[in-house]
């Protein structure tokens, strides 16, 4: 079964930077975008950012200009996180949608970024 293997998640200092990435463990095909959700405790899970099969991006308000997201091939998603601040803390979730007639979603298992002093 296919699963999505999250990586770059850790500890890091206002202000600082860190990288997400995200690729599936099979190959994976009618990719229609990779996105990246985050979910602080005691809160819903929100959109952090998407890439379209079509390399169009989309950023919530509460990351623009400090996240980008970016696919180097076919299959991944990185998400490079500057200038964090500590409501950036929370686990981090990437999300494969494919297909067109009925999609489906694929979701990492997330991985915990943490922002503090």
């Known amino acids: 079964q296919v699963h999505l293997v999250e990586s770059g998640g850790g500890l890091a200092q206002p202000g600082g930077s860190l990288k997400l990435s995200c690729a599936p463990s099979?190959?994976?095909?009618?990719?229609?975008?990779v996105s990246w959700y985050r979910q602080a405790p005691g809160k819903q899970r929100e959109l952090v950012a998407t890439?379209?099969?079509?390399?169009?991006t989309n950023y919530a308000e509460f990351v623009k200009g400090r996240f980008s997201i970016s696919r180097t091939n076919a299959m991944n998603g990185d998400l490079q996180m500057n200038n964090l601040i500590p409501e950036d803390t929370a686990i981090y979730y990437c999300?494969?949608?494919?297909?067109?007639?009925?999609?489906?979603?694929?979701w990492g298992q997330g991985t915990q970024v943490t922002v503090s002093s």
């Open positions: 999300n494969i949608q494919v297909g067109t007639t009925t999609p489906y979603d694929y």
């Open positions: 890439i379209t099969s079509g390399f169009i």
């Open positions: 099979e190959r994976l095909f009618d990719i229609k975008h």
